[in-house]
Every structure is written in structure tokens, then in C-alpha cells.
């Protein structure tokens, strides 16, 4: 089974860190890719963000 992802150079060059050691070959390709420009270029492209309350964090120290 073949899986394709992208990540940033950093966890990339950090794989074992962060996946341990794997049996399989891992092959990376920079594609020279700024993660930074690409962000600019979806909040361009957006126009207006909309900031949405999600609530995905939880401050569990305050359930009780």
C-alpha cells in the first residue's frame, strides 16, 4: 500500500522523532513548496475569514 502526504521540511527531516522506525522505505520530495506562501495564498483567495468559535478545546481542569 502506497500513502502520500505532505508535511513541512522539519517533520520530515524529524520522522523518526516523531514515527519511530519503520520497516518501510520513506521517500520525501521538496517541491519548494513554502508553507508560509501557501497560507498567504488561501487567505487571499478567501477574501474574508471567518473566525468561528469551534470550542475543540476543553479546559478539563474546569470540569467538574
Do not use: C, H, P
Not at 3 to 32: L, M, P
Not at 34 to 48: F, G, H, N, T, Y
Amino acid at each position: 500500500m502506497v500513502y502520500t502526504i505532505a508535511t513541512n521540511n522539519y517533520v520530515i527531516s524529524q520522522f523518526n522523532k516523531f514515527f519511530g522506525d519503520v520497516e518501510e522505505k520513506i521517500e520525501s520530495r521538496f517541491t519548494g513548496w513554502i508553507d508560509r506562501d501557501l497560507i498567504i495564498e488561501a487567505v487571499k483567495e478567501m477574501k474574508v475569514i471567518n473566525s468561528v468559535l469551534e470550542k475543540r478545546i476543553v479546559d478539563v481542569a474546569k470540569i467538574k
